[in-house]
């Protein structure tokens, strides 16, 4: 049937949209609540802004790699 093959396609493309909607829900929770966390603790000392700047970037991109892992995941099971 030549229908089976592009219903596994659809099934693909779909699991990689959901792969990587669902792998970015907690980093973008995780990124808010440390920039918000971050300004609260500039705002109550603003001599260490420089340091908790660099701590916030650091924690942000660390955070941000999780989502890349989950879209590599998305893109394992797309075309494999």
């Known amino acids: ?3 089976e093959g592009d219903v596994v396609d659809a099934a693909k493309a779909i699991s990689l949209g959901l792969a ?3 792998g970015a829900i907690g980093p ?3 990124v808010g609540y440390l920039i918000g966390k971050t300004i609260e603790s500039v705002a ?4 260490l802004q420089g340091e908790l700047r660099g ?3 650091l924690g942000v991109a660390l ?3 999780i989502t890349f ?3 590599l995941m998305g893109f394992v099971a797309f075309f494999l």
């Open 55 to 57: 701590i916030m970037f």
């Open 28 to 30: 973008g929770i995780g």
């Open 63 to 65: 955070t941000e790699a």
């Open 69 to 71: 892992y989950a879209l």
């Open 1 to 3: 049937m030549a229908l």
């Open 20 to 22: 990587t909607g669902f």
């Open 44 to 47: 109550r000392q603003p001599e």
